[in-house]
């Protein structure tokens, strides 16, 4: 059975209760100085991961952009156009019925360079391919080397191959041949044929057979001065690049990993921690992959790794064209957080420690404060028992319990002086009835309305201040109230009259009020026609807007009349143009005929014949040229018409012109009629709200009068109310029998004599 708090002795409890506090104490300073260490450490931990995700993610923005960058600016490179054409050129003065197969030969398959390729310069059989390779190799190795590409392909525009810098399997092949047909690099290449100048395609790491490896590509169209494509350029990437753009700024790779994730959910890139996964394994559905996949950013704890470790994880979307990527970098928990764990077990330590030391330091320390504290406790009781010889221990002392024995020997002083201190009480509660005996007498006639009460009788001196303030006071309210009496009876007459004046006031504003409604309805009358006046020159002028928008219609109506004239009258002229050449051409050809008539007629009877036929052309011709005169006259006739029409058009147009400003003009009066009709119309309606506002103000002036009347109806029926409630009141002694002995009495004398 527990026992009470109240029950157990202070030199148990005191220990009990500083080994609580102790503990108690280190318990929650340790907790928090270990929240706020976790809490760093942690913020600490995120903050470096994070800030080398960002360095690994902009590592690889850098490098994949320059690599974009650089295959444009080799696209752009004349050095590539002549490469592509020198390639493709040589290829067809190969003396040989199988020139693919003869490049494969001496490049592929007779290689001496088992397992560098690219080491082969020249194959020493003395072809123009040859003499090229020698050309551009060194500067696309060189180039490749620079920038820590794979391979570089040169692509003619039937998708030939031209050249590699490897010579795989791939190289001397066709895109759409059994070799390459969908592979990245045909993706790719055939990307690119079909992109805008200056641009890059993309292909994402996938299995590339001819490299044995899972590759990348970037591909940009080459195009010569005249802007045609001529071929395309293409670069394979492997995983290196990334993983050494990635892993720059990592130093424990044991313990950290650093990958990319498509929203596929496969990984793009290996694992950089040894035996974890490789690229394109499809990773576990955990919450920091799944973010990965929806291109979300953020930094998760306590995630599961696909190695099966526990891990805190960063997430960082990538902006990159073409590679629709997201970086996920991991750490391990127990090799980030060893810290915390260290500084845990230290406050565990410390908390035991602190528990032991305080239950020895808390019992030494509470036999020295209960043992003075027995001691006044035995004097206590000697005291209550009104023992006031026993001698009081610790009063030299200098802490708090000789404080305490010094205030004891006080209080029994005290508790000495207060029983002879007793005894003069009594006579004081003596002399306190009497005082309370005569003030009750004095305040019962008051409370009767006697205010000539005054107490007579002297009291003891530490009371008579309280009998001369009573009778002060009784002579200072009697005074009050004669001055409240004289102020009533003046209340009552001054409300008299000013009931008087505000009777004579209501009725002049009631005849005022009648006058001013009469004058707002006639107001309000000649503002509804005013109205109704501006209204119908506003409709006058809406119809006339309307009529010189027809006007201005017809008028464009007749300058396209006019100008439709003008390109007959053009026509007309041209025509008689070609009459004029085709009556020219008739003329010649008469001369012509008449010529060959004149030879025809030496040459004898050889020339009989063409004699004939030069006499029906020169018919023909004076046919032609007289059937032009006719044409001629008919277009001189038209235009002559045609010049009448356009000058009856143009006095069309100025008479619609004429009508369209004079409409104009009535227009413009007829809108500012209008206006003017408005502004009238608004003023007598300002008027008329001012009439009917003044009416209010005349209806509630009105009110106010009969409210003033009425008020001064009520105060002065206030007044004789107040003269009523003075009257209970006797504020002066009676002289003899003929004398008022109340305030009522001596009002109604003092009116008299008024009187």
């Known amino acids: 059975m527990l026992l009470k708090a109240s029950s157990v002795s202070l030199k148990l409890k005191l220990p009990v209760l500083m080994v609580v506090l102790t503990v108690a104490f280190v318990i929650t300073v340790s907790f928090l100085i270990y929240t706020m260490a976790e809490r760093s450490i942690r913020e600490n931990v995120a903050s470096a991961q994070a800030s080398k995700a960002q360095a690994g993610a902009q590592a690889l923005s850098f490098s994949i952009g320059a690599a974009q960058r650089d295959v444009v600016n080799l696209a752009a490179q004349p050095t590539t156009f002549r490469a592509i054409n020198n390639f493709e050129r040589v290829i067809g003065m190969i003396e040989d019925d199988d020139q693919i197969g003869y490049l494969k030969k001496h490049f592929v398959t007779e290689n001496p360079n088992t397992e560098q390729r690219a080491d082969l310069v020249d194959p020493g059989d003395g072809s123009y391919y040859s003499q090229s390779h020698v050309t551009y190799h060194p500067t696309f190795v060189q180039t490749s080397e620079l920038n820590g590409y794979s391979d570089i392909y040169l692509i003619s525009p039937t998708g030939l191959v031209l050249y590699s810098i490897h010579k795989q399997s791939d190289f001397a092949e066709t895109i759409t041949g059994p070799v390459l047909a969908d592979t990245p690099l045909s993706r790719v290449a ?71 994730v498509s929203p596929d959910g496969l990984a793009r890139s290996p694992s950089v921690v040894e035996g974890a996964f490789e690229m394109l394994t499809e990773l576990p559905d955990a919450p920091h992959i799944a973010a990965a996949r929806d291109q979300v950013a953020g930094q998760f704890e306590d995630v599961v790794t696909a190695a099966g470790q526990r891990a805190t994880a960063v997430v960082i979307p990538l902006n990159l064209a073409g590679f629709n990527w997201s970086l996920i970098m991991e750490t391990d928990s127990d090799t980030a957080f060893a810290m915390v764990y260290r500084i845990r077990w230290m406050v565990l330590s410390l908390i035991g420690a602190s528990f032991v030391v305080s239950i020895i330091v808390s019992w030494a320390a509470a036999n020295r404060v209960t043992r003075p504290i027995h001691h006044l406790r035995d004097v206590t009781n000697a005291l209550a028992n009104k023992d006031y010889d026993i001698d009081i221990p610790g009063r030299t002392r200098g802490d708090e319990f000789g404080d305490l024995a010094r205030s004891l020997d006080t209080f029994r002083d005290k508790l000495t002086s207060a029983d002879e201190a007793s005894s003069r009480e009594e006579d004081s509660r003596k002399q306190t009835n009497l005082v309370v005996d005569e003030m009750s007498h004095a305040l019962s006639e008051l409370q009767e309305g006697n205010l000539v009460c005054e107490i007579n009788t002297a009291f003891s001196p530490h009371y008579e201040d309280l009998r001369k303030n009573y009778n002060r006071s009784l002579e200072n309210l009697r005074q009050s109230l004669r001055e409240v009496v004289e102020a009533a009876h003046h209340v009552d007459r001054f409300s008299q009259e000013q009931r008087a004046a505000a009777n004579d006031m209501a009725e002049r504003t009631e ?14 009358d000649l503002t509804q026609r005013l109205r109704d006046t501006a209204e119908k020159a506003t409709e006058v002028d809406s119809t006339m807007r309307v009529t010189r928008r027809e006007a201005e219609q017809s008028n464009e109506v007749v300058r396209s009349a006019v100008a439709a004239m003008d390109q007959i009258q053009q026509a007309s002229a041209e025509i008689s143009k070609f009459i004029n050449l085709i009556d020219d051409i008739a003329f010649q050809t008469n001369l012509l005929a008449l010529n060959a008539g004149v030879e025809a007629a030496r040459a004898g009877e050889a020339g009989a014949g063409f004699a004939v036929v030069a006499s029906e052309v020169r018919n023909l011709a004076r046919r032609a040229s007289e059937a032009a005169g006719e044409i001629q006259a008919l277009t001189s006739a038209s235009e002559e018409h045609v010049a009448n029409g356009v000058s009856m058009v143009d006095r069309a147009g100025d008479a619609l012109t004429s009508i369209i400003q004079q409409v104009t003009a009535v227009s413009d009066l007829i809108s500012e009629i209008a206006g003017g009709v408005q502004h009238q119309s ?30 001064s ?43």
């Open 190 to 260: 055939q990307g690119a044929l079909a992109a805008e100048p200056g641009a890059v395609v993309v292909e994402d790491f996938s299995p590339y057979a001819p490299a044995g490896s899972n590759t990348a590509f970037l591909a940009s169209p080459v195009l010569s001065k005249r802007g045609d494509t001529v071929g395309v350029i293409a670069v394979r990437i492997g995983t290196e690049l990334v993983q050494s753009a990635l892993t720059a700024n990592l130093a424990d790779t044991a313990h950290e990993n650093i990958f990319l």
């Open 511 to 524: 005849s005022q009020g009648s006058t001013l409604e009469k004058t707002a309805s006639a107001m309000q």
């Open 682 to 711: 608004q003023g007598l309606e300002d008027i008329n709200a001012a009439m009917r506002e003044l009416d209010a103000v005349t209806q509630q002036n009105t009110a106010m009068a009969e409210e003033a009347s009425a008020s």
């Open 713 to 755: 109806q009520l105060l002065q029926s206030e007044a004789n109310t107040l003269s009523q409630v003075t009257s209970r009141f006797q504020i002066d002694a009676p002289i003899d029998a003929d004398a008022p002995a109340r305030w009522e009495d001596l009002s109604d004398t003092q009116d008299v004599q008024h009187g």
